[in-house]
């Protein structure tokens, strides 16, 4: 039900428009590329980060939970990884 339309950088989840942020967009779309696969906290930050975004050491826990509070009854969609970092369930 999570469609991602990278040409105009806008997401639907069961036909409901989500309203990301750039970095939350990123995030996502980062994740779903390939399902399953799990992303450290590291690998995540050097894909999602920008010239102008201040990094600290929890910045991917608080995109994840913004993500999952705008997945709603989905959040379960991205899954945390203990020790290792985050997936989208494939």
Known sequence: G???NRGDF??????KALDLTAVEYKLLYF?????????TRERILEE???DDVIITGRTVDVHILALRRKLGDDAEL????????????S
């Open 78 to 89: 991205i899954e945390t990884v203990r020790g290792v970092g985050y997936k989208i369930k």
């Open 48 to 50: 999602i980060r920008g």
């Open 31 to 39: 994740l779903c590329k390939k399902p399953g696969r799990v992303y």
């Open 2 to 4: 999570l469609v991602m």
């Open 10 to 15: 806008t997401v639907k989840l069961h036909d």
